[in-house]
């Protein structure tokens, strides 16, 4: 169990740690907002994700895929936000104008980016399916990967805003923090391209 255990976290740290629209919009909102003004943010992601987890494990997914409108549209709305909140990274106050801590995204923003993220479904659908930790109990199975893969869910994640708030703080001239917040807003919303090509292939 053990080895098996080691394995799963082996596979799900890269493929759910890797940069999708969650770790890059997390990275972002720390490199404009910093760690503690976007923890609501990082809660939202966290459950989001867990959500998606839970749903996977439970077969929800199933259903969900097989309405073609509601999927279209979800994915429409997931864009829509993308886009805003890639604006919003890209024109936060850099240098002595800092942010207010209530500019930055809560809640409710990142739970729904997580809820909608295709990555997300892609690489926790892999992971999941593809590995066992306990063989001859199906229900213990389920619970145990629900438990580690939520594990890795809070550490990729919160690594990710804390990669963003530090590297936010070895920045001294605005031009630059200017520049590195369009950089982080651009990656974002290229990686939701890419996460939403791998989905259809």
């Known amino acids: 169990m053990a080895n098996d255990l080691v394995l799963l976290w082996l596979a799900a740290l890269p493929l759910m740690g890797s940069p999708g629209p969650a770790t890059m919009s997390l ?54 936000y993308i886009l805003y909140l890639a604006w919003k990274i890209a024109t936060a106050p850099v240098g002595p104008l800092a942010p207010r801590a209530e500019e930055a995204p809560a809640f409710v923003p990142g739970f729904s980016l997580a809820i909608a993220n295709p990555k997300a479904f892609a690489a926790i659908g892999a992971v999941y399916a593809g590995h066992t930790v306990i063989a001859d ?33 070895m920045l001294t001239d605005p031009a630059i923090g200017r520049a590195v917040n369009v950089v982080f807003a651009v990656m974002l919303v290229a ?11």
């Open 27 to 80: 990275a972002g909102l720390g490199m404009a907002f910093g760690f503690r003004a976007s923890l609501g943010y990082l809660v939202g992601i966290i459950v989001g994700t867990t959500g998606v987890l839970v749903m996977i494990a439970t077969g929800v997914t199933t259903l969900i895929l097989a309405q073609p409108v509601f999927l279209t549209a979800l994915t429409i709305l997931a864009g829509i």
């Open 191 to 201: 990686s939701v391209g890419f996460a939403l090509l791998s989905a259809e292939g």
């Open 137 to 169: 109990d199906l229900t213990a199975d389920a619970v145990c990967k629900l438990a580690a893969l939520a594990l890795v869910i809070v550490i990729v994640n919160t690594a990710w805003l804390a990669f963003g708030a530090i590297f936010s703080r």
